[in-house]
């Protein structure tokens, strides 16, 4: 998946992943996607469950070694 920006994540666990993707996701335009890349499992249910909170859109993950969960930026 191609995503606008990247952020690395890799050696932190929760809540560090969420707290930088909140943090991040400030900076990117309505509609641009993060990747998030992390080795934490947790990230799986984490990211999902912020997106509905926050209302932001949750693209799916991948795995290859790293876990890359995706996220669309739905508003300011």
Known sequence: ????????CVGLYCPMPIAK???EIKKLKT???LEV????????????A????TGHKYLGV??????RVYVEKTHD
């Not at 991948?62 to 876990?67: H, V």
């Open 50 to 53: 912020w997106c509905d909170i």
């Open 21 to 23: 993707t909140a943090e």
């Open 31 to 33: 509609g641009e996607v």
């Open 37 to 48: 890349v992390a080795d934490d499992k947790g990230i799986k249910q984490d990211m999902p």
């Open 1 to 8: 998946m191609k995503a606008d920006q990247s952020l690395d």
């Open 62 to 67: 991948e795995e290859n070694g790293e876990i």
